[in-house]
């Protein structure tokens, strides 16, 4: 066992990427808890992630997230945790990840996301017009960071939540081991 690691599993990834599905999974293997940090900011702040975008901004939200972080990295153990897809983005952010556990990208085409996504209205910043090209620009944007955050990847578009659930488990055995 390599002591200086901590035993926990954190999935980032674009919306809809599949981070609530697979973080389940893994957890109920491995018996450790799931969490996810937009729910523990919408549980903390009594808000939606929607309101709290309309009401407070961007940054603000962004804030919430790093803030997040800071308290949980201490205590946290034993744990699946699933990130906001936009949380891996400040440099920040992703060193504090690095230092919580086993880090994972889940990397889903724009195709896949597009499908996955449709009809959402959770999701302030893919709400108006023409979603794919929104989509389509976030995403070349943001994959050099999401790479640069995670120890792995994992393409998903043509696994199963189990089959990839899988591939992680494996990996993180590893990793830990
Ligand atoms: C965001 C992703 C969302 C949520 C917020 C912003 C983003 O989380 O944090 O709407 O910037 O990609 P999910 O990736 O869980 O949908």
């Known amino acids: 066992m390599k002591s200086n690691r901590k035993h926990n599993i954190i999935l980032i990834g674009y919306m809809g990427c599949g ?30 992630i929607n309101h709290i975008f309309a009401i407070r901004g961007e940054e603000y939200f962004r804030n919430l997230e790093t803030e997040l972080l800071k308290d949980l990295l201490p205590e946290i153990n034993q744990v699946v945790l699933s990130t906001g897809g936009g949380l891996p983005l400040r440099e920040q952010n992703s060193k504090l990840l690095k230092e919580m556990g086993y880090v994972v990208y889940l990397k889903a085409s724009k195709e896949t996301t597009l499908r996955r996504l449709a009809g959402d209205n959770t999701r302030p910043l893919l709400q108006g017009e023409d979603v794919e090209k929104k989509i389509e620009s976030m995403l070349s944007y943001r994959i050099p960071f999401y790479e ?30």
């Open 148 to 177: 640069k955050a995670a120890h792995k990847y994992v393409v998903t578009d043509d696994k199963s939540p189990e089959e990839i659930a899988t591939l992680i488990m494996e990996a993180y055995m590893k990793w830990i081991y």
């Open 19 to 48: 981070k609530s599905i697979v973080g389940e999974l893994l957890s109920q293997r491995l018996s450790y808890q799931f969490r996810d940090t937009d729910r523990m900011i919408e549980q903390t702040a009594r808000d939606t």
